[in-house]
């Protein structure tokens, strides 16, 4: 097996080198083959079989429901009380071990407790840093921010200036909106259909699913929504290029007609690759064609990858495939290495703020720069981005493989590193020629095996009925083979008690 090479490993002004930034992006997590426990780690002969669980529950997970608000999410459907995590692995209280395709909803790009992030923070530590420092410059902050530009295409550097945010990507997404409507003077915003862009009010604003708008009033009233491609479950019921062109060919129709009802927008959001959403990569003529369509009319387009940013879908960045420049980036997760950081990345021609038009105590976190700026580097100099694409076309391949004997996978896609299995009910009765119904129930009996089987895996989609997988990028080729064993292997298990 080969290894990656490292040759950097601090994030501060000061360059330094340790015998982690030496070694290997596998060599780093290495274990003791012959130590290996029931974790799926490579053992002489093979894989070690899959654990499995059988019951879940404990006083901390009783002591968060007492206390903690009802807007909680993951523990109702990963009910674990997490201890420690190395690498792709992490351990529960009672000392159960998991595999980690969650991977804090792909914030962990280099998976927990990476050497030279660790490393790195450590040697911010040292030197008694300030933790926040608002938005006063740092040589911390002065690395992160030419390590970025340095990852992204040269465009960037010449034309383009970034605002630090508060620590979600949510709040870069409120940051962005709200830069559109001030340099263009305008008020609406076009969004699309599955989008998810955060659950702060303006975020929520533009993102497609219903059910968190219906208590709140107020939102969605300049958001127009359009169609966003989709080769399983086509908007216009054809699919493929045909169904593509057809969307293209509709947004420039809402946006020309004059009878439309949609008024010239201040923006254009929207995810390259649809993570939330149910793991919709958009096709990368359809991506041309809107970025020629905004341009042409003087639409800024806001990408936001905020999850796929920092090489998940194969490229560094996604935009990268369809080879188009947004008029605004919003990054987040991967980019803090693990630490909440957000930023905002546009074209100077629309820095038409006023000082103090965007804020927030915690957007100068002195920590997340040191990690920050590390991961990049590590990343680019490990090309994991070529990893992402490598291990991701392998697992795809292997759960397709597995689908095609499966009833209830109805299809598997994505980009890279983030791929989604949707699952569907094929004895349901359905419109003629559409794909089976989805079937949330069956998809969350699914999850609920793989926990059983030591792999942690989230659900997203229409009613929450696609397994998206989001390991690190430092996964490898063992820890690719236990993945789609366990996944399929709870999938079988899960279909038999139909």
């Known amino acids: 097996m080969s290894h ?9 002004p000061q360059q330094t080198t340790s015998l982690v930034t030496q070694i290997g992006v596998e060599a780093a997590f290495a274990t003791d083959s012959s130590k290996a426990s029931v974790n799926g780690s490579l053992l002489d002969d093979g894989l070690v079989p899959a654990p499995f669980h059988q019951n879940f529950g404990n006083v901390f997970l009783d002591r968060q429901a007492a206390i903690e608000s009802n807007a909680r999410t993951y523990p109702r459907r990963i009910p674990l009380a997490i201890k420690s995590a ?3 692995r992490v351990t529960d209280v009672e000392g159960r071990e998991y595999i980690d395709c969650l991977a804090g909803a ?30 006063l410059p740092t040589p911390f902050k002065d690395r992160f921010i030419r390590d970025l530009f340095d990852s992204l295409p040269d465009r960037f550097a010449k034309n383009y200036k970034i605002q630090f945010c508060g620590p979600s990507g949510a709040d870069a997404v409120e940051a962005a909106l709200k830069l559109v ?35 709140l009033a107020g939102l969605s009233a300049e958001v127009q929504f359009l169609p966003y491609p989709s080769a399983y479950r086509c908007p216009f019921g054809v699919g493929g290029v045909e169904g593509a062109d057809l969307g293209a060919r509709y947004i420039e129709t809402v946006l020309d007609d004059p009878n439309s009802g949609v008024l010239l927008p201040a923006g254009m959001i929207l995810e390259v690759v649809q993570g939330e959403g149910g ?34 879908t194969g490229r560094l960045y996604a935009f990268e495939h369809a080879a188009i420049t947004p008029d605004v980036l919003v990054l987040s ?40 700026a590390v991961t990049i ?23 397709e493989g597995g689908a095609a004997e499966l009833r209830s ?50 659900l997203g989609g229409r009613s929450g009925s696609v397994v998206r997988f989001l390991p690190p990028l430092i996964v490898d080729e063992a820890d690719i083979d236990a993945i789609a064993d366990r996944f399929l292997d709870a999938a079988r298990s899960a279909e038999a008690v139909l």
């Open 279 to 312: 793991v919709n990569p958009a096709p990368d003529d359809w991506l041309r064609k809107v970025r020629s369509i905004t341009k042409r009319r003087g639409i800024p387009l806001i990408v936001d990858e905020v999850q796929t940013g920092l090489g998940r």
């Open 4 to 12: 990656d090479l490292s040759r950097d490993g601090a994030a501060g």
């Open 333 to 372: 997760k991967a980019i803090g290495g693990g630490l909440p950081l957000s930023v905002v990345i546009y074209h100077q021609d629309l820095d038409e703020w006023k000082p103090g038009a965007h804020a927030g105590t915690f957007r100068g976190n002195q920590l997340a720069f040191a990690a920050g």
């Open 181 to 215: 409507k001030t340099a263009s003077g305008r008020r609406g915003i076009v969004a699309f259909h599955g989008a998810y862009h955060g659950m702060t009010h303006g975020a929520l604003s533009v993102s497609g699913e219903s059910v968190p708008k219906l208590a």
């Open 106 to 135: 792909g914030a962990l790009a280099l998976g927990h407790n990476h050497p030279v992030v660790v490393e790195a923070i450590r040697n911010a530590l040292s030197e008694e840093i300030p933790f926040q420092t608002l938005d």
């Open 409 to 458: 996978i109805g299809d598997v896609r994505g980009r890279g590193l983030l791929i989604g299995a949707e699952i569907v009910d094929k004895d349901a009765v359905g419109t003629a020629g559409e794909p089976p119904p989805p079937s949330p129930k069956l998809a969350r009996d699914i999850q609920r095996e793989c926990l059983r089987r030591g792999l942690i895996v989230e």
């Open 377 to 399: 580097r590590h990343v680019r100099e490990c090309r994991l981005e070529r990893r992402a694409f490598e291990r991701g076309r392998l697992l795809q391949s292997m759960l």
């Open 86 to 88: 190395r690498g792709m």
